[in-house]
């Protein structure tokens, strides 16, 4: 086939898809379905906000699927669901696109700079790309409210945000604490623990043993082990465990401490004597050699005197290393509660920007993890180690590091300090909250979630940085400190008409203290932007300023989706907000979505080029397919898939194209004006044709299951049943009933015109939140309306199942469509039928003979005998004269086909050929029923006397002029055909 011809169907495809976006935005469908009456209220949906810092990727387009299709359906369910879009603006991804456009290296360039210029900078880059959102997220056919958006950085979102800030401040659960954070040394700032969970990535490191000399014992050493090399000039003490046994050991005149344990991974080659054994009590208060001076010789340095020396410690453990564990409490938590617990000297080397300080002579002005090259700096320190006879061991050691998620810089731990929101205050209330909330899939209530919630740790929510809310705590150097709730409270205060509460601005604004009369002055920090994107249930209505009711009216709401990396983060912070704030959950019901990857199973990469282009994807096989596949993929159970463009190619044929023809079929014979199935009175329950009875109880059954997964937010249980029930409307009950449509029985032919009918217009609504592409189109199509004139739209329609009373359960609903006995009868029957015809194609197949030629009979084993209605379909569909049911009790179920030829069967054979042959050749000439050709064939001599006695049959069935031997002048192209028949060829042409 030609390349043009080859397209056009998936072209045409695109297009009459743009022609639906066109029709609803000519007739404003989406304004309508908000607008029309809503008998059962308000179904809240709370859109998660994303940033605008890239075009939008498969994952954003699988969540869009999700707050697509829930909503739409709920409109359909009869309630009013309103879809206000939103826009994530501050925080490390826009700071770090400006940093990288301004070529910064570092937070003092950026002050050097100014914050108001950066901040500026940081507002104009929020919407680079909305556009490209706008465009994809409308292509894709989801409806949100995206010119009514909310922004984090607006005036009346940060607002709220500082309510909410001050409530919880109110109930004592804000606090500032000195504490082992993550803190990204680029950035300079501290992290959360949801932040540093995202980060982990295997790298390689390097590990050391050093030698620690026992003052009291000259040449007896201890031995710790580390991965941070670079800590070791913070050591201010060495941790035993109690209950480990040590042991001292002697190695060519030198002599080790080490645990019992791991004495064989220490020295693998076994080549020591065992001197001492200890237990841990013994170790505990002797003194060793600190390996550097920096700090140990300065005087001023606060319990110096408890520096150096051996602590017992219950995180010890053998898994790994000596036994012994190198102490340095400014970098790591253990470290420090030990350090806090035993007043031990703190010595923090390097600053927030990872920088070596002055006094750390050796190493001074080094970046303690180098992003080009992470070890570099610890080799530096092993050197010194090694020069300074204090080395004992060293090698590469690989294992999970977490990086900045922003800026992949490898993070440290260190001790810095930070505001909390007190979680651990709360955490009954919101394991509590929690029970009552619906995921889908389930299990990631008591698994991902639960478990995150279990663990949850009180939430670092101050940053050290510019772009982002900032917190309202202003203060006096007489310790007197005053949150500010409200941008009106800073006015009254200050009295200054405030438009921007940026940090840029609002340092600038002071007031006097109330209890010395000094400058109450802002505090530096900002606050994490995670702090925002919970506060949207209320932010984004500028709560409680404005829309009171209608907020409390509207929390919590009832759905909200996001993909699986969310319940550590947006699911949790919201639910930790909302607990905090109101004492009750967020969200009653949540979908998590999984992560799209390459058809390879490797992460989607730009710069590999790995993946095809959403858009290209949609313009060349039409959202609907995208969507049909996404929708029925396991990547909305929150698992992950491999994308596959030959799938998406599938489910286009599978979900669209195989409807449309369906469709056309259907519009061939009701016409364009569908005056007979539109004009017929007969109740399609009526008709007592088996297929259309057949067709109804699908119908209803499909209805049943995808309401009832919509119900459950299981969308692949929801969507996989209609492309089942689309192959079988096209392969059984199309297939069987096209000769009805044909038929002269009128009565017959109106009566599957009406089931077709009214299966495709009840099938496009249950399409409808799916595929709302094909779903418009059929409808409109089937009820007769067009897009230019009319402003009526399935997706303005009542869906095919409501519950007998308002917001009743989804079992109400199961009974609706109930089956009776009467039913179960026809759909077990119809089942043995196809089975019947799936054996006898089958041994069709085995022996070659095609279904074109007739055969005389068949017998069915090992089933129940069906009646004439049920065999006249099987006789059809096999092109068998006779069928007849024995042996009924055997143990399998076959069939057996009499396969002899008689000349009768040879002629009825051949005339089928022919006639098909003839068909295709009209088809390949462009050639309409309505024009009259004249068929010539040449045959050998022997078919001679069979083609005759046909002759006229065929006539008449293709409908020709003549059929007569001979060869149609060649004209217009017009080809011939050669017909294999029984070892003979014959060919035929066409003459119009
Ligand atoms: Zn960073
Ligand atoms: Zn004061």
Redesign the pocket.
């Known amino acids: 086939m030609p390349e043009e011809q080859k397209k056009s169907p998936i072209e045409s495809v695109s297009q009459r898809e743009e022609t639906v976006l066109k029709f609803w935005d000519r007739a404003d469908i989406f304004n309508k379905t908000l607008q029309q009456s809503a008998p059962h209220g308000e179904y809240v949906f709370y859109d998660g906000p994303p940033f605008a810092t890239g075009t939008p990727h498969y994952g954003h387009i699988v969540s869009s699927l999700m707050k697509d299709v829930i909503p739409r359906y709920q409109t359909m369910r009869g309630y009013h669901v309103e879809r206000k879009w939103g826009w994530d603006c501050h925080g490390l991804p826009i700071e770090n696109i400006v940093e990288k456009e301004l070529g910064t290296k570092n937070k003092k360039e950026i002050e050097d700079l100014g914050i108001t210029q950066f901040n500026s900078l940081c507002r104009s880059r929020v919407s680079t790309y909305v556009d490209d959102w706008k465009k994809i997220i409308k292509r894709l056919g989801r409806w949100a409210d995206m010119d009514h958006a909310y922004k984090t950085m607006d005036l009346n979102f940060m607002d709220s945000v500082w309510w909410a800030f001050k409530r919880l401040w109110d109930q004592g659960l804000i606090y500032k604490d000195y504490r082992s954070m993550h803190i990204c040394p680029r950035c300079e700032t501290t992290l959360s623990q949801s932040e540093v969970a995202e980060g982990y990535r295997d790298i390689k490191d390097l590990s050391v043993i050093a030698k620690f000399e026992l003052i009291d014992e000259a040449g007896t050493y201890i031995l710790a082990w580390t991965t941070t090399p670079w800590t070791l000039i913070a050591n201010v003490a060495l941790a035993i465990g109690l209950e480990i046994k040590y042991v001292k050991v002697e190695v060519d005149d030198a002599f080790y401490i080490v645990a019992q344990e791991l004495l064989d991974q220490v020295f693998p080659d076994g080549n020591y004597q065992i001197v001492t054994e200890y237990q841990g009590t013994d170790l505990v208060g002797r003194v060793y050699k600190p390996l550097f001076n920096y700090y140990s010789e300065d005087k001023s340095l606060q319990n110096r005197e408890r520096g150096w020396k051996i602590y017992a410690a219950d995180f010890v453990t053998t898994t790994e290393g000596t036994g012994i564990v190198h102490i340095a409490p400014a970098f790591g938590e253990d470290d420090m509660d030990l350090g806090k617990k035993n007043n031990l000297p703190f010595i923090q080397h390097i600053g927030l920007d990872g920088v070596f300080k002055p006094e750390v002579k050796d190493f001074s002005g080094l970046q303690v993890k180098p992003v080009a090259d992470h070890s570099s700096t610890d080799v530096e320190i092993i050197k010194y180690l090694a020069a300074h006879g204090t080395l004992f061991y060293k090698a590469k050691y690989e294992h999970s590091y977490p990086h900045c998620w922003r800026c992949d810089t490898p993070l440290i731990n260190y001790a810095t300090s930070s505001w909390f929101v007190g979680v651990s205050k709360i955490k009954e209330q919101l394991l509590k909250s929690a029970k009552n909330i619906n995921w889908s899939p389930a299990y990631i209530k008591e698994g991902r979630f639960g478990n995150w919630l279990n663990g949850a740790r009180d939430w670092s929510i101050s940053r050290q940085r510019f772009w982002a809310s900032a917190i309202p705590i202003w203060q006096?150097?007489?310790?007197?400190q005053k949150v500010i709730g409200s941008v009106a409270e800073l006015e009254k205060l200050t009295a200054t008409k405030i438009t921007d509460i940026h940090k840029d601005k609002v340092d600038l604004l002071t007031f006097k203290?109330?209890?010395?009369?000094?400058e109450?002055k802002r505090i530096s920090d900002v606050l994490d932007c995670w702090f925002e994107s919970a506060s949207m249930p209320f932010a984004q209505l500028h709560y409680p300023t404005e829309n009171k009711a209608k907020f409390e009216h509207n929390f919590p709401a009832q759905f909200i989706a996001e993909g699986i990396d969310q319940t550590r983060t947006w699911f949790y912070y919201l639910h930790v907000m909302a607990v905090g704030l109101f004492k009750k959950r967020a969200f009653s019901n949540v979908m998590a979505n999984g992560i799209v990857l390459a058809l390879d199973g490797k992460k989607m990469s730009k710069r590999l080029q790995n993946y095809p282009d959403p858009s290209l994807i949609i313009e060349k096989y039409g959202s609907d397919a995208l969507r049909a596949y996404l929708l029925s993929s396991p990547v909305m159970q929150a698992e992950n898939l491999n994308f596959s463009e030959k799938d998406v190619q599938e489910s286009l044929r599978k979900n669209v194209m195989i409807l449309w023809n369906i469709y056309k079929f259907y519009q061939m014979f009701a016409g364009e004006n569908p005056a007979s199935a539109t004009n017929l009175k007969a109740n399609n329950t009526e008709s007592k044709n088996i297929l259309d009875r057949w067709i109804i109880i699908k119908l209803n059954l499909l209805i049943n299951q995808t309401t009832s997964a919509l119900e459950a937010y299981n969308l692949p249980k929801a969507i996989r049943p209609i492309t089942e029930f689309i192959d079988e409307l096209s392969t059984w009950y199309l297939r069987r009933s096209r000769d009805r449509f044909k038929s002269d029985n009128l009565v017959d032919r109106d009566l599957a015109l009406a089931t077709t009918k009214r299966v495709l217009i009840t099938l496009a609504k249950l399409m409808a939140p799916f595929t709302p592409f094909i779903a418009e189109s059929l409808w409109q199509k089937v009820k007769g309306f067009n897009f230019t004139n009319d402003d009526r739209s399935v997706h303005l329609e009542t869906w095919p199942l409501q519950p007998s009373k308002a917001k009743s359960l989804v079992q109400q609903a199961f009974k609706i469509f109930g089956l009776g006995r009467e039913d179960q009868k026809i759909l077990n029957n119809m089942s043995s039928v196809r089975r019947i015809v799936e054996l006898g194609l089958a041994q069709r197949d085995a022996v070659g003979i095609k279904t074109r030629q007739m055969l005389a009979s068949i017998k069915v084993r090992g089933m129940a005998i069906l009646d004439s209605k049920y065999v006249d379909l099987i006789t059809a569909e096999l092109n068998i004269q006779t069928l007849s049911f024995t042996d009924l009790l055997a143990e399998k179920s076959s069939v057996e086909l009499d396969t002899v030829l008689s000349p009768e069967l040879k002629r009825q054979g051949l005339k089928r050929e022919l006639i098909r042959s003839i068909n295709l050749l009209r088809k390949e000439n462009g050639l309409t029923l309505q024009d009259r050709v004249t068929v010539y064939y040449q045959a050998p001599a022997q078919l001679d006397q069979a083609l005759k006695t046909i002759a006229p049959e065929i006539i008449s069935d293709t409908l020709a002029l003549d059929f007569i031997a001979g060869i149609a002048l060649s004209q217009n192209g017009q080809t011939k055909k050669e017909i294999k028949f029984a070892g003979q060829v014959i060919t035929v042409s066409l003459q119009k």
């Open positions: 006096c150097s007489c310790g007197e203290c109330d209890k010395c009369g000094g109450m």
